[in-house]
């Protein structure tokens, strides 16, 4: 496509360019643009932290305690048809809980799959929140995710007003400013993801056993290990990806923030611009 000719044009000399040790050591050192980036992110970890355990302020965050738990469901969900499961329906709960329904598949991939995928998904859109033409694109790749979803739990009142409210942010910040807003909610949703894996997986399964719990249910099946070795492991694996997710946006998307919105304007370009 055309349009993202400027993204394959990056990402082509970004292979180019790393061939030697100075070279690679130069692409990892952050410019001006990723500092700020770095500095959000640092910022959005900060206040995550501190809202989620005020109860009053908490709410803030709900919307997207929500969106994070429609990413745990849909990770189980794709799972479950990558191993030829049937899905009938995801929920999502006003208690900031989920279930997917499906049955047949492979329990020892669809059960890890939530906490997995949904820190993958989260790692994914904090390398995204680099770059505004990456952020456009991980925005329609999300579309595509809210589909599914609505598909599934067409039936549950909750995710269709979580997306329409989540769809409604991504439009409005799309046309703001050459989609500059867009960047930075992108990587809201991205921390926010990773976040909430990091702290779920804690609760539920380092700090105290909830027998519900997909460790629990993946440990019962394994057979081998309790359920805190199963969320320590996957804990690790979450806190991976979102190392992975820092270190890939630093090397990948050296653009300033003048050369991005330029990049962005040729893709989709909002027409009050």
């Not at 990091?198 to 105290?208: G, M, N, Q, S």
């Not at 979102?242 to 990948?252: N, P």
């Not at 653009?255 to 611009?273: E, G, N």
Request: aromatic share 14%; glycine share 6%.
């Amino acid at each position: 496509m055309p349009a993202l000719a400027p993204l394959e044009a990056r990402l082509a000399d970004l292979a180019a360019r790393a061939d030697s040790p100075g070279q690679i050591q130069a692409l990892l050192t952050p410019n001006h643009t990723q500092e700020v980036t770095l500095i959000v992110a640092s910022v959005y970890v900060l206040v995550i932290a501190i809202l989620w355990h005020i109860p009053i302020l908490s709410w803030i965050l709900y919307p997207f305690k929500l969106l994070t738990v429609g990413f745990h469901e849909m990770s189980h969900a794709f799972a479950g048809l990558m191993t030829c499961a049937k899905i009938y329906s995801i929920e999502l709960d006003p208690d900031e809980g989920g279930a997917t329904q499906m049955s047949g598949g492979i329990s020892w991939i669809t059960l890890p799959a939530g906490y997995l995928g949904s820190s993958f998904i989260g790692a994914c859109l904090i390398t995204c929140g680099f770059d505004i033409l990456a952020s456009k694109i991980a925005c329609l790749v999300l579309a595509v995710f809210f589909l599914f979803t609505l598909w599934w739990a067409r039936r549950n009142w909750l995710s269709w007003l979580l997306i329409l409210l989540m769809s409604g942010l991504i439009v409005l910040f799309w046309l703001v400013k050459n989609s500059v807003a867009l960047r930075y909610f992108v990587l809201f949703i991205g921390v926010m993801s990773c976040m909430y894996v990091l702290w779920d997986v804690i609760d539920d399964t380092i700090a105290r056993k909830v027998n519900t719990s997909d460790a629990s249910q993946f440990a019962h099946v394994c057979g081998c290990c309790p359920s805190q070795v199963w969320g320590f492991f996957w804990l690790l694996i979450a806190a991976a990806f979102f190392a992975a997710a820092i270190i890939v946006g630093i090397i990948a998307f050296k653009q300033d923030d003048v050369a991005q919105q330029a990049a962005a304007r040729t893709f989709l370009p909002s027409p009050f611009q």
